[in-house]
């Protein structure tokens, strides 16, 4: 509010909760839509070995449960490691980060001042383009990235 950039962290489980959070600390609404520009969430993933990687196919019904757009199904290959010396047998090799980025828009703000739920926030920024963190992790799962196991376990899904 006195036009310093602050940057900061708050524990939540994704961009939405932290409305909530803030709301829950005592801070005031009006106060939250002034002085919030932007909130992101990450989770850090495990990314498959490029050294032993190797296709693997699943059965539709656990990537339409995992969220794959049922209109991708068959139009990229998934993988897995099998584990290698680079790997250390395990298969994964670095991390990838999974995250949702959510803009304070006005119809947000409205959504924030008239007292609205966490889900109904996220449910709004996804009509203005929010992408969830189980949204990132199956775009990154799609590229070959990482694996459907990691992909679930690290973000929840967003049902």
Excluded: W
């Excluded at 409305?19 to 609404?29: A, K, Q, S, V």
Aim: charged letters at 20%; glycine letters at 10%; hydrophobic letters at 35%.
């Amino acid at each position: 509010l006195t036009g310093h950039l602050v940057l900061s962290t708050l524990h939540t489980n994704d961009a939405p909760g932290t409305i909530t959070r803030m709301l829950n600390m005592g801070i005031e609404p009006f106060l939250v839509t002034a002085a919030v520009n932007v909130i992101v969430a990450q989770r850090l993933g495990r990314r498959v070995c490029q050294g032993c990687r190797e296709p693997i196919d699943h059965p539709k019904d656990a990537l339409l449960r995992a969220q794959v757009p049922e209109d991708k199904i068959g139009t990229f290959q998934a993988f897995q490691g099998a584990g290698c010396e680079s790997c250390n047998g395990t298969g994964f090799k670095g991390r990838i980060a999974f995250y949702e980025v959510m803009k304070m828009y006005e119809p947000l703000k409205d959504y924030i001042l008239n007292g609205a739920s966490t889900g109904e926030l996220k449910q709004e920024a996804m009509k203005l383009g929010f992408k969830t963190l189980r949204q990132s992790a199956v775009s990154h799962f799609m590229d070959g990235t990482t694996t459907i196991e990691e992909m679930t376990r690290v973000t929840v899904s967003d049902e």
